[in-house]
């Protein structure tokens, strides 16, 4: 079986799927993970959310909770709005409640009523992202949105916060404990690790990092592990995108 890991979708619903098409993705015999960050930014949040819960409720797949959802479940539940809206929160709305629904400016009814509309109209796919884990672990990989915290005894001793945003900390630090188990992360789009979008695996061989910018019109990664634990790196560009 192959495990397919992709992060950061951000609304990018026809680089998500002309993804799944470029690996032949078969829901019976590949183990697809995903590492959150399913809105914001891109244009098509709610297809990309609706599509996830699909993939989860239909095949089993994993969705792990990235902070964008978190930020989206806040605003919602919490009336925590103001991180959301300085986080790419109007082309979630959009695509919930119509384009041009702010018009010229943000006017904070517009914002309520959008609000109230997507609680009465899209609460499932609330509650899907609210339910949504912080990790999946396998006998040789940790996944997590943004990583883990490198320095508690034991990695599952992280707050839920790190998993979501954590950044250098993990990704400055070398990782001892994890039983030796690689951590596969998003959010920190590889081009601050590296001089590439391309998936990027540390020098000490414990993390492997996969955002590929694709919200910023850069690149989606899919990174593949085979059966033999070989690494397969897939990528869809920017102009290479179906509309589906
Ligand atoms: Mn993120």
């Not at 979708?9 to 680089?15: E, L, V």
Request: proline residues 2%; negative net charge; glycine residues 8%.
């Amino acid at each position: 079986m192959r495990t397919l890991a992709i992060s950061d979708i951000h609304g990018c619903y026809d680089q998500f799927n002309t993804m799944l098409e470029k690996v032949n993705y078969n829901p019976g015999s590949d183990k697809l993970i995903l590492l959150g960050d399913y809105v914001d930014r891109g244009i098509k949040s709610r297809q990309v959310v609706e599509q996830v819960k699909s993939l989860r409720e239909e095949h089993g797949v994993i969705a792990l909770k990235g902070n964008h959802d978190q930020m989206f479940v806040d605003a919602m539940l919490k009336g925590e709005d103001e991180l959301w809206l300085n986080n790419g929160a109007y082309q979630t709305v959009e695509s919930y409640c119509g384009f041009d629904f702010f018009e010229e400016q943000f006017e904070w009814d517009t914002y309520e009523k959008a609000k109230a509309f997507i609680l009465k109209h899209y609460e499932h796919h609330i509650e899907f992202l609210d339910s949504l884990p912080y990790y999946h672990e396998t006998d040789n990989y940790i996944f997590a949105h943004a990583g883990i915290n490198p320095f508690y005894s034991t990695w599952e001793h992280t707050p839920d916060d790190d998993f979501l945003w954590i950044r250098s900390i993990f990704y400055k630090n070398k990782i001892t404990n994890t039983d030796n188990k690689k951590v596969v992360f998003g959010h920190t789009p590889t081009s601050y690790l590296q001089e590439s979008d391309g998936i990027w695996f540390s020098p000490d061989g414990d993390k492997i990092g996969i955002d590929g910018a694709c919200a910023y019109g850069r690149r989606l990664n899919c990174l593949e592990i085979t059966e033999e634990g070989i690494y397969i790196e897939h990528t869809v560009k920017k102009g290479e995108t179906r509309n589906v």
